[in-house]
C-alpha cells in the first residue's frame, strides 16, 4: 500500500507540474525605440566694433578722386588694427551679409570694399550698380570667433563736405 501511495503521488506531483506549465502562458518582452529630441534655440548674436575712439568706418581722402583709399585708423601691420570687427557672440555659426541702404552710397562713390586682407578690392565690394545688392561677406562665423574687415573705397568728383551713409549688417544661422 505504501508503494500505491508513493506512486500516487508521485503522479499527482507529476500532473501538478504538467498542469502548472500549461497553465501559466509564456511571457515575452517586447522592445520599444524611444526618440529623445533636444530643442537648443539658436542664438546668433552679432556684435560690431570699430577701433578706439571710432564709431563708425571713417574716410578723408586728400581730394574728390581717390581710388583704393583706405579707412581712418586701419593700419596693416603684424598687429592689424581693423576697420570694423566683427563677433560672433551666440551659440550657431552665422552668414553675415552686407549692403547699403536705399539711399547708397555718398555721390561720386564708385566703389566700397570689405575684405579680411590687407589688399584693396580683393574679396567684398560693392560698385554703383549693385550697391543694395546684398553680398555674403561671412560665410560661417563660428560662435564665439571673431574676424576683422579692412575697408577701402574709391571715388570720382565725389561731393565736398561730409556725407553719412547706412551700410546694413545682416546675420543669419549658417
Not at 77 to 106: E, H, K, L, Q, W
Request: charged share 10%; aromatic share 12%.
Amino acid at each position: 500500500m505504501r508503494k500505491l501511495n508513493i506512486a500516487l503521488l508521485f503522479v499527482i506531483i507529476a500532473s501538478m507540474a504538467v498542469s502548472a506549465i500549461l497553465i501559466y502562458p509564456v511571457v515575452t518582452a517586447t522592445e520599444y525605440n524611444v526618440t529623445v529630441k533636444w530643442v537648443i534655440p539658436s542664438d546668433y548674436s552679432l556684435t560690431i566694433s570699430y577701433p578706439t575712439g571710432k564709431g563708425e568706418i571713417d574716410f578723408s581722402p586728400a581730394g574728390q578722386n581717390f581710388s583704393g583709399q583706405g579707412a581712418d585708423s586701419q593700419t596693416y601691420t603684424a598687429n592689424a588694427v581693423y576697420a570694423m570687427n566683427m563677433t560672433n557672440s551666440g551659440n550657431v555659426a552665422v552668414y553675415i551679409r552686407g549692403n547699403f541702404t536705399s539711399n547708397g552710397m555718398a555721390s561720386g562713390v564708385t566703389k566700397f570694399n570689405l575684405t579680411t586682407t590687407s589688399a584693396c578690392h580683393k574679396q567684398y565690394w560693392w560698385v554703383v550698380a549693385n550697391q543694395s545688392t546684398q553680398q555674403i561677406i561671412y560665410t560661417a562665423l563660428a560662435s564665439a570667433a571673431h574676424t576683422g574687415f579692412f575697408a577701402f573705397s574709391s571715388g570720382t568728383t565725389v561731393t565736398a563736405g561730409t556725407t553719412t551713409k547706412t551700410f546694413k549688417i545682416n546675420s543669419a544661422a549658417s
